[in-house]
């Protein structure tokens, strides 16, 4: 039976992400975007849809401090180097 959900790869992560990550376990939403490049407000917006995986820093609930660890970013990466997924017909389902 495979794995429904394994640990990705970290060894085609680009350098400074990993080195990042070298010293902590956790980084702020606004050093993950500028790491990987993206706005934060897009950032914020994945998370709050659900397409990113995050973790609650604090106890603040109307504005939740989020912070990734380097599987989130591992995830992140590969699913934005795939490119968005389209139908038979060529269009994006979203």
Do not use: Y
Not at 12 to 21: C, K, M, N, T, Y
Not at 43 to 54: E, H, M
Not at 67 to 81: K, S
């Amino acid at each position: 039976m495979p794995i429904m959900n394994p640990k990705p790869r970290l060894d085609d992560l680009p350098e400074h992400v990993r080195a990042a990550f070298a010293n902590t376990g956790l980084l702020s939403l606004p050093k993950v975007a500028k790491l990987i490049g993206m706005h934060p407000q897009t950032l914020t917006a994945l998370a709050v849809a659900g397409k990113v995986s995050w973790r609650q820093k604090g106890l603040g609930a109307s504005r939740p401090r989020r912070a990734f660890t380097v599987d989130d970013v591992a995830r992140l990466w590969h699913t934005m180097r795939r490119g968005p997924v389209v139908g038979p017909d060529n269009r994006s389902p979203r």
